[in-house]
Every structure is written in structure tokens, then in C-alpha cells.
């Protein structure tokens, strides 16, 4: 009953985080927001959600390796295998924007996480009202910095998504019940499904937590990306994954440890699991500007893409 509750739990994570993004993206248009701003903030605070339930709910559960590893195995999964996977299909292209804030501000969080846990194995509520303040201020000079640059164009809004463009406010808001509704069900069969599975197999929370968990709850910003790659929205498919793991972590990190901190019992969540996030993340920056510069290209993709099956055969599964 264990991998039935878990699929379940997946599939309506998988249609809540559709419906919601569908909703964020329609109430955002309303408001004339840009693609780019759409995708590292609406998008990703959107497929963020799935992480957040989940995380929320395992910690309230008493599971705060299960709470822990889905984020930081998702973030690792976000790039290294949504990323990898998406550049595969069609080359990734990289603004100067992505430089002077997504990326750095993804780095700092991450950064600030390894030493907030590092230091005395919890992650406070004062730790994470840290990491949210950080993630609003993210999120303000991000929409400054849109609006001075007047990077607002209404046709160019259009090409996201036709229906979505047009959708009533009534409709908008039914898809972000429809949503709500889906990922609240999905956090709690797959939580429930994963506290069962790690005891009838006899492994830690922490390897379900990095690997079922968190590739399910990253199957949101997979589709998305995808999604938007196919259709040429290339701006809104790298926004959405680096701005989800600055979400993963200042959200649904931040309110997780703000409802009951995270206390950490299992070493190779920060000594393997953050250490490999840290320098998946940190990877961005030397493979985004060799050449071709600003280009994630499918050779870069699949570099990252084998890095995350080593990351999972190894140091997940051969070091439990």
C-alpha cells in the first residue's frame, strides 16, 4: 500500500502544481508582469508548493530528514536532472539578469543553509525568518529591477499561454482551488507513503527524501520547463528551476523551520546531500560561460544529467 499511496500522493501533486502554476500565470498576466519575472517568482513560488506541503507536513509528522532531503534533493534534481534533461531537447539560454541576481541569490541561500545547519545541526526558527526575509528582498529588487528596465511587453505576455492569457478571474480562481485542493491531498499520501516505505525496506527517511520524494515533488518544474522550452519560452524555463531552488529554500525551508525548526540527526544530509547541492549549483556559473557563452547546450545538459545518476547510484543508494 506504500508505493500505491506514494503514486497517488505524485499524481496529484503532479495535476495541484499544473492547476496552481496555470493559476499563478493568469492572475500574474493581470497584473502585466513580464515572462521572466513570471518565471523566477510566480512559476517558482508555484512549483515550490509541492515542496512546501510536503516539507511542512513531514515536519509536523516528526520527520525532519524526510522534510530536509525532499528540498535539498530537489534542488539537486531541479538542475541536474530538469535542467540536464531540458537543454538535452533544446538548447538553454541564460540572461545577464539570471548573473546579477538569480544565480548569486541562489548561492548565497544555499550557502547560508550549509552553515546554519552545519553549526549546530538545526535550523531554527530564527534561521528561517532569516532565510524568508532574504527571499522577499529577493523577490523586491527583482521586481524593481523589471520595472526600471521596463521589461514589460503585453504581446509578449501573450505567448505564454493563449487560454491562460484570456482566462476569466473566476476561472483562474477555480484552477487555484482545484490546486490547492490536489497538492494538500498529494503532500499527504506521499508523505505517509514514504514514512511507510523507508520502514518496510529497512532505509533512513533521508534516502526516500532525496530520491522518491524529491524527484516527485520536482516533476512540477520538469513539466514546466519542458513545457516552456518546446514552446520557445527558453527565459521562462531557466528562471523557473534557478528561481525554484531559491524558493525551495527561503520558502519552504524558511516557513518549515518557522512552524517547527528541523532538527538533524543524519550526517550525510549536510556532509553529502548539501555539499553536492552546493556545487550543482555552483557548476552554473563555469558551464554557462564557456562556449557558448550564455548557452546551456545538450553536451552541458547531459554533463549534468550524468552527474546526477553518480549522485543517486553512489552517494545515495551505495552510501545509506
Known sequence: MSLFYILLGLLLLVVGGEYLVRASVGLSLKFKLSRIVIGMTVVSFATSLPELLVSVKAALDGSPELALGNVVGSNIANLALVLGATAILTPIFIKKISYKYNIPAMLLLSGLLYFFLKNDLILSFTEGLILFILLILFIYILLKHASQAGDIDLNELEEIDEDTAIASM?????????????LWAGAEFLVNGAKELARQVGVSERIIGVSIVAIGTSIPELAASIISALKKEKDLSFGNLVGSN??????????????????ITNLKLINVDIIWMLGISA???PLALLPKRNKISWVKGSIYLSLYVVYMYYFVFLTR
Open 170 to 182: 473566476a476561472k483562474v480562481l477555480i484552477w487555484l482551488i482545484i490546486g490547492g485542493v490536489a
Open 246 to 263: 531559491i524558493f525551495n529554500i527561503g520558502s519552504v525551508l524558511g516557513i518549515t523551520a518557522m512552524i517547527k525548526p528541523i532538527h
Open 283 to 285: 557548476l552554473i556559473i
